[in-house]
């Protein structure tokens, strides 16, 4: 069974930084990709960033140059450093494994979801 736990989440003020955390058990971690994604009140859920085994990237426009993915396969966890954070970026940030290697699998209706943490920016 996949488990996906999410970690890291808070109050920051604007211009702060945080950290997330995603711990993956019950599968062969390394080959899927792996994500973040958002979703704020009255919000479609979006896609914050992507990661592939390989380490090929992606980021949504609104978090283009202030945030990053990053994965420790050795820890089968999937990291995203937020930087300059903005009272938009508000929201609960969730985990999800995709359905297969690439990044496209992120976005298919297969995969995993963790439960989600909540990220406050507020001064």
């Known amino acids: 069974q996949v488990q996906l736990v999410e970690s890291g989440g808070g109050l920051v003020q604007p211009g702060g930084s945080l950290r997330l955390s995603c711990a993956a058990s019950?599968?062969?971690?390394?080959?899927?990709?792996m994500g973040w994604y958002r979703q704020a009140p009255g919000n479609n859920r979006e896609l914050v960033a992507g990661i592939t085994k390989s380490g090929s990237t992606l980021y949504g426009d609104s978090v283009q140059g202030r945030f990053t993915i990053s994965r420790d396969n050795t820890k089968n966890t999937v990291y995203l450093h937020m930087n300059s954070l903005k009272p938009e970026d508000t929201a609960v940030y969730y985990c999800k494994r995709g359905s297969g290697p690439l990044l496209r699998s992120l976005n298919s209706n297969g995969g995993y979801w963790g439960q989600g943490t909540q990220v406050t920016v507020s001064a």
């Open positions: 019950g599968s062969i971690y390394s080959v899927y990709a």
